[in-house]
């Protein structure tokens, strides 16, 4: 199966985003591609670089909407499986968002990041509510798709979860910056995460110099023995495309060994602060 992760730059001109998006997936299909994966909020800019003024529910939009649909046409086109992020109004509350969409066009869910970070220049905090609607899989045309939106990823528990509920893949939208954690971090937390729970993982990241952020760039792709596949140019934008064999997940140490030998009875997580 052939993954594309495609890192973009974004400007303030929304539609211009969502057409570089959009003409990226053609580009892709021509190369076979049958999943592919956006950057985190991909399409507009980064809104959480600056402390919200007010209330941000005017820049969100609702999911199906206007973005979703314009993919869920493309994704039909090419008989791709598509991954979108982007700042989604739900019932009121504002969420850091992916729908995932299958080859043939249907809105399969939205995974919500359920963690919210909150520092320096990522204030996010005052633009998402935290997400309720949990560490989905979903069962898409190419394989079960699990989602980790950016900060998500750091949390071993949200990532084990994706693994037992399924996951072959798990994809992750992300906004990271040169130089914000050690070189060379990111890949390892991928990696570990793959070995442990026996998926291969996409880290899509976001890329270009934005107001008061570099965004590196540098997505890339680890295998279920915890190997990196592939990974993209540091700031410029590019499609990366790794072909990546399902089959492997079956056979990997964790679900032949350490999904078998867990006692989750023995360290119930709900028990973590006693």
């Not at 993919?71 to 995932?100: Q, R």
Request: glycine share 8%; hydrophobic share 40%.
């Amino acid at each position: 199966m052939k993954l594309a992760l495609i890192q973009q730059h974004a400007t303030n001109d929304i539609n211009s985003n969502i057409q570089r998006g959009l003409d990226n997936i053609d580009q892709a299909a021509k190369q076979g591609v049958e999943l592919a994966v956006f950057a985190e909020l991909a399409f507009t800019r980064f809104y959480p670089q600056y402390l919200a003024d007010g209330d941000v529910r005017h820049l969100a939009e609702q999911v199906p909407g206007p973005t979703t649909e314009k993919f869920m046409a493309k994704a039909k086109e090419h008989n791709m499986v598509v991954v979108i992020n982007l700042f989604e109004l739900e019932d009121g509350k504002t969420y850091d968002s992916s729908p995932v969409i299958d080859a043939d066009g249907t809105l399969l869910g939205t995974t919500q990041m359920v963690h919210v970070a909150d520092y320096e220049r990522f204030y996010e905090k005052s633009y998402y509510a935290e997400g309720t609607h949990g560490a989905m899989v979903y069962d898409t045309a190419v394989g079960k798709v699990g989602v980790a939106i950016c900060y998500d990823r750091h949390y071993p528990e949200f990532m084990r979860a994706l693994g037992v509920n399924g996951a072959e893949v798990v994809v992750i939208p992300q906004a990271g910056t040169v130089g914000e954690w050690p070189k060379g971090l990111y890949e390892a937390e991928l990696q570990v995460a793959s070995f442990q729970n026996g998926y291969y993982c996409g880290l899509a990241n976001r890329v270009g110099i934005e107001d008061r952020l570099t965004f590196a760039g540098e997505s890339f792709v680890t295998d279920p023995d915890g190997k990196i596949l592939a990974q993209s140019p540091s700031g410029e934008d590019h499609i990366l495309i790794t072909d990546i064999d399902l089959s492997n997940v079956e056979k990997s140490t964790a679900r032949t060994m350490f999904y078998r030998d867990r006692r989750p009875d023995i360290y119930p997580l709900d028990d973590i602060n006693r």
